[in-house]
Nanobody, 115 residues
Framework: QVQVVESGGGLVQPGGSLRLSCTTS????????MGWYRQAPGKQRELVAS???????NYAASVKGRFAISRDNAKNTVYLQMNNLKPKDTAVYYC?????????WGQGTQVTVSS
């Protein structure tokens, strides 16, 4: 069973920064895309950012220019650097790993942006 584990969430003031990490037990060569999603209370889960093996990235319009996704293939880890955080970024952030065509999700990490 592939495991996906997120870390790095917390409480931050508006304008602050956080870095999320996600590590997977999936075989390195099996991993296609890894991505970050978020779900705010009462809303659907939405894509925040994704990155493929070759390094190409994709961002939601709402975070472009503020968030950056990166990947360390040797560690099977993906990062989400979040800068200039806003209260609307408050949500549970989930990591997804696609391995051999199957999707695996982490348990989520809470990010709260509040003064």
């Amino acid at each position: 069973q592939v495991q996906v584990v997120e870390s790095g969430g917390g409480l931050v003031q508006p304008g602050g920064s956080l870095r999320l990490s996600c590590t997977t037990s999936a075989n390195t060569f099996s991993i296609g895309v890894m991505g970050w999603y978020r779900q705010a209370p009462g809303k659907q889960r939405e894509l925040v950012a994704s990155i493929i093996t070759g390094g190409s990235t994709n961002y939601a319009a709402s975070v472009k220019g503020r968030f950056a996704i990166s990947r360390d293939n040797a560690k099977n880890t993906v990062y989400l650097q979040m800068n200039n955080l806003k209260p609307k970024d408050t949500a549970v952030y989930y990591c997804k790993c696609r391995s051999w065509g199957a999707d695996y999700w982490g348990q989520g990490t809470q990010v709260t942006v509040s003064s």
